[in-house]
């Protein structure tokens, strides 16, 4: 193996290392970021943190009709599925910026 194979090797490994920090500091920096979701003009809000843990749910009292609870159920279901899209969306575009565009499964 000549020298200059070996030096590449080196480099790669440190660039690894560096991507590595920066992911961890991603994932660190993530669970303070919140995204909201909202349905129905607001009778439902759901909040997640950047890790896609729920924080809150707000539901107004005009949203609640105990003859249809189904529609209460959908504006949860589409607030939800808002704020998650958008906290995914979000970490796979910061990802993007350390890695390159490089796929590394299991990260987010």
């Known amino acids: 193996m000549s020298k200059r194979a070996g030096g590449g ?3 790669l490994m440190l660039q690894a290392q560096r991507m590595q920090g920066q992911i961890k500091q991603l994932q660190e ?3 303070d970021e919140t995204y909201a979701g ?3 003009g ?3 809000k759901v909040v997640v943190d950047g890790r896609q843990k729920v924080k809150s749910i707000s539901i107004t009292p005009e949203a609640i009709n105990p003859d249809d609870l189904d529609e209460l159920a959908d504006l949860l279901t589409a ?3 808002m704020a998650l899209t958008d906290s995914q969306e979000t970490s796979q575009s ?4 350390i890695t390159g565009g490089l796929s590394l499964p299991g990260l987010f």
């Open 79 to 81: 607030a939800l599925n």
């Open 9 to 11: 090797h080196g480099n």
């Open 38 to 40: 909202a349905a129905g």
């Open 29 to 31: 920096s993530m669970e």
């Open 94 to 97: 910061e990802m993007r910026k």
């Open 42 to 44: 607001g009778l439902v």
